[in-house]
């Protein structure tokens, strides 16, 4: 299986944002590609992915929202499952933040939701996401361009890539999940959009046969 997180800073974490203008709900726009680079080939889906994104965006911070529709698309009920296309990923961002709110008043603040299966939602920061990963024995690699070359890593299996967004992330939390054991990890010296590398990783594992 592969594992992504992508950790936005601005992304908002209430379902209430504006479809028709994705950039302005803290670069929406980046994270509904991170979603498409993650699940989505030529006419095919990629089952074996789990995709993590953390939002630290107004008005309810931070949510950590855990997509992993290969397991809902084994569902075959169809009231239990979340249409997945590559043209409203944004919807689905905002039916999983909206449930959230819906369970709210009913659950304790930090209790995971599970929306359908295969979508969860939670209020958790950044942190403690690695806190679990580090628990669950997963290897933790932040992507960086001053980190380790990905070619001459020779363990990528039962690993979370963390991505971050337009300005990266912040250096103290940075600091703070190196803290924790993860590792820095390039793929190459230019700087690229967080979707390109989430591509460019995911072509790495592909070619490893992971
Ligand atoms: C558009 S870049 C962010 C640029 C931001 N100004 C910075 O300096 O971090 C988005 C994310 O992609 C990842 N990234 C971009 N280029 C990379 C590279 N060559 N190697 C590893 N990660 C990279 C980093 O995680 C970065 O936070």
């Known amino acids: 299986m592969k594992e992504y997180l992508y950790y936005s800073r601005h992304a908002r974490t209430s379902g209430n944002f504006d479809m028709n203008n994705l950039m302005k709900a803290g670069r929406m726009d980046i994270a509904c590609q991170i979603i498409i680079s993650s ?8 089952k074996d992915v789990k995709l993590h994104l953390v939002f630290d965006g107004p008005p309810d911070p931070p949510k950590h929202l855990e997509l992993f529709p290969g397991e809902n698309l084994k569902a075959n009920n ?36 599970t929306v359908v299966p295969g979508y969860y939602v939670e209020k958790k920061p950044l942190e403690s996401v690695v806190d679990q990963f580090i628990e669950e024995g997963k290897t933790v690699f932040i992507l960086d361009r001053k980190g380790e070359d990905i070619r001459n890593v020779k363990k990528l299996d039962n690993v979370v890539f963390i991505i971050g967004d337009q300005d990266g992330i912040p250096k103290d939390k940075i600091r703070r999940i190196k803290k924790k054991g993860a590792k820095l990890i390039s793929i190459g010296p230019k700087t690229y959009f967080a979707s390109q590398v989430l591509t460019i990783i995911q072509n790495e594992l592909d070619r490893r046969e992971i």
């Open 39 to 46: 699940f989505f080939l030529s006419h095919d889906i990629r």
């Open 78 to 113: 169809e009231n239990k499952i979340i249409h997945f296309s590559k043209k409203d990923v944004a919807w689905v961002i905002k039916k999983v933040l909206y449930g959230y709110e819906k369970y709210k008043k009913r659950k304790k603040d930090n209790e995971k939701v």
